[in-house]
Structures are given as C-alpha cells and as structure tokens.
Nanobody, 116 residues
Framework: QVQLAETGGGSVQVGDSLRLSCTAS????????MGWYRQAPGKQRDLVAL???????TYGDSAEGRFTISMDSAKKTVYLQMDNLRPEDTAVYYC??????????WGQGIQVTVSS
C-alpha cells in the first residue's frame, strides 16, 4: 500500500512563500505522476499542479505563475514551491500519486493558512 508523507504546511502572511514536500513509500512500482490538490472549506477539491515522470507539468488556474512543481524521481518526492501567497490560497493541500499497477493514492492533507 502506498503511503504519502506531506510536510511543509503552516501559517504565513500575505506575500510569503512556502514549500510543500511529499514523499511516497510502500510501492515497488514506478511512479507515473505526482501532484497537489487543495480543498478550501465548503469547496470542492481542485488541482493545484501535477507533474509526470516524463517531465510534463500541468497547473490549475490558481497556481499559474506563482507556484512551481518539481519531482525528484530517485527520492520519490514531489515539491510545491508556493510564492506570493494570498488569503485565497488557504486550504488543505493533498498530495496525489499515480503508480503503475497500484494506481492513485492520496495523502492525508496538510493545512496552509495565509493571513492578511
């Protein structure tokens, strides 16, 4: 069973930066893609950014230009660098991985709070 360990969340001020990390373990199969989603109170879970082992990246509308996703395949770790944070970025951020054979897995989520 795949486990995803998320770190790096917290409470920051408007304009600050945070770097989220997520490390996958528990699977012998190759990672196809890893990414981040977020869910604010009362809202649906939305894509923040996704990157594949082939190097293709996709960003959600809210992340474009401010967030950068990267992946270290050897460490099975995905990073989300978030700059110029805004109050509307406040949400629980969930790590997501797609492995060959075992499919999609989710982390437990990590809180990011941005105060003005």
């Amino acid at each position: 069973q795949v486990q995803l360990a998320e770190t790096g969340g917290g409470s920051v001020q408007v304009g600050d930066s945070l770097r989220l990390s997520c490390t996958a373990s528990g699977s012998a199969f190759s990672i196809v893609a890893m990414g981040w989603y977020r869910q604010a109170p009362g809202k649906q879970r939305d894509l923040v950014a996704l990157t594949s082992s082939a190097g293709r990246t996709t960003y959600g509308d809210s992340a474009e230009g401010r967030f950068t996703i990267s992946m270290d395949s050897a460490k099975k770790t995905v990073y989300l660098q978030m700059d110029n944070l805004r109050p509307e970025d406040t949400a629980v951020y969930y790590c997501n991985s797609v492995h060959q054979i075992t499919g999609v897995s989710w982390g437990q989520g990590i809180q990011v709070t941005v105060s003005s």
